[in-house]
């Protein structure tokens, strides 16, 4: 979601075939546990989480907003697979909306805010969490106001918290107005390093983005890649669990990013941390997106859809791009944000 909205090189494309869901031959992806995603609820009027097995089977609903609550999305497994992170929006829609992260046990129980406590006065809302490998901390964004009458606010960042929602820490973005925002937080295995994609809101041009790493504690921001400018506000990186690679989209961080967006095209790539090895991964029709590696570092799952809009399933696919694999087959129910639970 777009901070300034709410609170808060050429692509080929080919037919690539794509086996459904149910039809078995994952090659051994059951090992790393459960697929978790986002997606509408049509008799709730709802956002709400679901998990299911990598093939698509036992297909569970895991969250329900309760009134005045909606849109739970961007899910994160803790390391340890006992908690899911997540994103909730308050008085969607209303003067007062905000958003918050949450946290939920596997089989929906145990909902607790981490955020709202500690976002007052300008904090105007917290989203995107990301566990750190030791399961001890948790990185996420937060925008802080007061929000102009038109634009973006002040700082969109980077923060660090404890598991528990104290000791709150800022990592990027410490010049208000700065013309750039930042999303889409992710660690490196060993916990010393957070990679995430920086695009302009003020700045021009509008949407440029690149992504970068910073350290955990804070300082030595380091670029890794800029994104071609015809695909705006595109990164959205994830760290591999062996920490050679970082796999990310072409497609709009935000969802849609205007006119200068392609409708379809976006691809899934990787990159060492260096901003060495660039590797396309996908040549799919319509777009992959939202990408997210295996525990095993095997598997990746992502989004996928026809073309630009609030349409789309998940999929899995071997680390290579090989073997791709329908886990939901509801488009019109707009599954996306998929992250894959720990190794059991």
């Known amino acids: 979601m777009r901070y300034a909205k709410v609170l808060i090189g050429a692509v080929c494309l ?12 994952h090659d051994g992806a059951d090992r790393n546990g459960r ?7 049509r008799e709730a009027g709802k956002i709400r989480l679901y998990t299911a097995r990598p093939d698509g089977r036992d297909e569970k609903a895991l969250t329900l907003p309760g009134p005045s609550e909606d849109k739970d999305s ?35 129980s145990g909902v607790r805010n981490l955020t709202r406590a500690g976002c007052t006065g300008d904090c105007l809302g917290s989203e995107t969490p990301a566990w750190s490998p030791d ?31 104290s000791n709150v820490r800022q990592l990027t973005q410490f010049r208000r107005n700065a ?3 930042d999303h889409g937080a992710t660690w490196s295995p060993d916990g010393r390093r957070i990679a995430f994609m920086r695009a302009n809101n003020t700045n021009e041009p509008a949407n440029a983005s690149a992504i970068y790493t910073v350290s955990a504690r804070g300082g ?21 669990p062996d920490g050679g690679r970082l796999l990310f989209t072409t497609y709009c961080y935000f969802g849609q990013c205007g006119g200068s967006q392609p409708s379809t095209g976006a691809q899934l790539f990787t990159v060492r941390p260096d901003g060495k090895g660039l590797r396309q ?31 789309g399933d998940v999929y899995t696919m071997n680390a ?25």
């Open 35 to 41: 697929i978790v995603f986002q997606r509408i609820d």
């Open 220 to 240: 030595d921001l380091r670029l890794v890649r800029r994104m071609p400018l015809e695909w705006p506000a595109a990164g959205n990186p994830d760290w591999s």
């Open 135 to 165: 399961g001890r901390q948790i990185a996420f964004e937060r925008a802080i106001g007061p929000l102009p009458a038109d634009g973006p606010p002040p700082i969109a960042g980077i923060f660090v918290m404890d598991a528990d929602g």
């Open 320 to 344: 290579d791009g090989t073997n791709v694999r329908r886990v939901t087959n509801a488009p019109e129910l707009d599954a996306h944000k998929p992250e894959w639970g720990p190794l059991r």
């Open 74 to 108: 961007i899910p994160d497994w803790s390391p340890d697979g006992r908690l899911i992170a997540f994103r909730r929006f308050f008085h969607l829609g209303e003067p007062g909306e905000t958003s918050d992260v949450l946290v939920v046990r596997p089989d929906g």
């Open 179 to 181: 013309g750039t925002e």
């Open 281 to 311: 991964l996908t040549h799919l029709p319509g777009n992959a997106y939202n990408a997210r590696w295996s525990p095993d570092g095997r598997k990746i799952v992502f989004a996928r859809n026809e073309r630009l809009g609030p349409t």
């Open 14 to 25: 080919a037919s690539v075939a794509v086996v459904a869901s149910g039809s078995g031959g």
